[in-house]
């Protein structure tokens, strides 16, 4: 395991380590990063598995989205760091799926429990549970973060949808979800009987064939066209930047509110949704869900679903007040919560 820190690598905003990983003989390959670490509690962040083709793509996304863990944090009142570990994948690390899996854990254990982590984008409840048995700092074990994110994704949408058409009816609502992976598929569980009509696409055929086949209803269109379709919400549910200058002029939906993390390629993007009167619900706000099951799931050696759904229900409260003030002060709701999110970590 090699160790930088902010003297190595000058895009470090405020990490606290960036570690890269790598073991040949099975293909491993990728990044640890911690954003903020507070001295009495581990930085929590899944571990993604993806095909990066540069390491450097793959650092950025490691520390990006470690950064908006440790904002996630902040803004649903937990106290922990935020983390994030990037794995770069190979095409033969599944020919070894396992032995890559157990591998990686063991590097998770270097870190002597400052990084705590679960199941990300490629990565399945099962690998989860396999690579618990290597290490004790794999949580999602006794919870299912998937099913309680999706529970914050509803109710970050229902105070969207308050916020933009005066209701929180979904009746009248048409959506369009891109990304039908663990995420995805959850909240199109949860909205599939309530919504008027509901567009999906994933760059993974044979999962577009399981969706329709179990919701028939669904229409399905390409990964190329989800977020041209002209629908109320557009629910980003796959990988990052997945609104970005190239694309931001093409959506037509009215509000945005999705699993995804990052889903803005920067901060100005935010800027432009908020110049042509698109709202967006911050990612880390509403996907908060799974976080906090598993911080509970840490905190208590087990998860108490009402405790959990407590503490997931303060996403309509949070976002309300984003919301609110974002209208008020004619602000993007993007800064709006950065804002409040860097004041949290200020105060510790
Ligand atoms: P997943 O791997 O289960 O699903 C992602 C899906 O997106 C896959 O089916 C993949 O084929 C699809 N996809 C990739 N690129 C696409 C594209 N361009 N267009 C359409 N589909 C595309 O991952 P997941 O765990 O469901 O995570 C999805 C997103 O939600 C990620 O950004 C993740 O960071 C975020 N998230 C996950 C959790 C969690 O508990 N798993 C919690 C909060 C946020």
């Known amino acids: 395991m090699l160790l930088f820190n902010k003297k190595h690598i000058k895009e470090i905003d405020g990490h606290n380590l960036i570690a890269y990983i790598s073991d040949k003989k099975v293909g491993l390959e990728g990044y640890i990063a911690i954003h903020r670490k507070n001295s009495s509690h581990p930085s929590f962040g899944a571990t993604r598995l993806w095909n990066y083709s540069l390491n450097d793509d793959a650092i950025k996304e490691a520390l990006r989205l470690s950064r908006a863990m440790s904002y996630k944090s902040a803004l649903a009142g937990l106290p922990c760091g935020g983390g994030k570990a990037v794995l770069m994948s190979k095409k033969d690390a599944f020919t070894h799926r396992k032995e890559y899996l157990k591998s990686y854990a063991k590097k998770v254990n270097l870190l002597g429990g400052n990084f705590i982590t679960g199941s990300d984008v490629g990565i399945t409840r099962d690998d989860v549970m396999l690579m618990r048995k290597v290490s004790p700092y794999f949580v999602g074990v006794k919870t299912n973060p998937e099913k309680f994110t999706a529970m914050g994704l509803l109710y970050g949408l229902e105070t969207c949808l308050l916020s933009v058409f005066g209701s929180e009816d979904l009746a009248n609502r048409s959506f369009a979800i891109q990304g039908v992976g663990k995420i ?83 901060s100005s993007i935010g800027s432009l949704l908020h110049r042509i009167g698109i709202v967006y619900a911050p990612d880390y706000v509403v996907n908060a869900g799974g976080l906090i099951s598993v911080y509970d799931e840490y905190e208590y050696g087990n998860t108490r679903v009402k405790r959990v759904e407590e503490r997931i229900h303060n996403i309509k409260k949070t976002l309300k007040k984003i919301l609110d003030e974002s209208k008020r002060e004619k602000v993007p709701t993007n800064i709006v919560a950065d804002t409040m999110a860097k004041e949290i970590i200020a105060s510790y």
């Not at 209803?217 to 609104?243: M, R, W, Y």
Request: with cysteine.
């Open 184 to 266: 995805g598929t959850e909240f199109l569980k949860l909205i599939y009987s309530k919504a008027k009509e509901i567009y999906v696409a994933d760059i993974d055929t044979l999962r577009v064939g399981e969706i329709k086949k179990m919701f028939p209803g669904v229409i399905v269109v390409t990964p190329q066209e989800i977020h041209k379709v002209a629908v109320d919400i557009f629910s980003p549910c796959a990988l990052s930047n997945c609104i970005n200058h190239r694309n931001v002029a093409e959506l037509k939906c009215k509000a945005i509110v999705g699993g995804a993390n990052n889903q803005l390629e920067n």
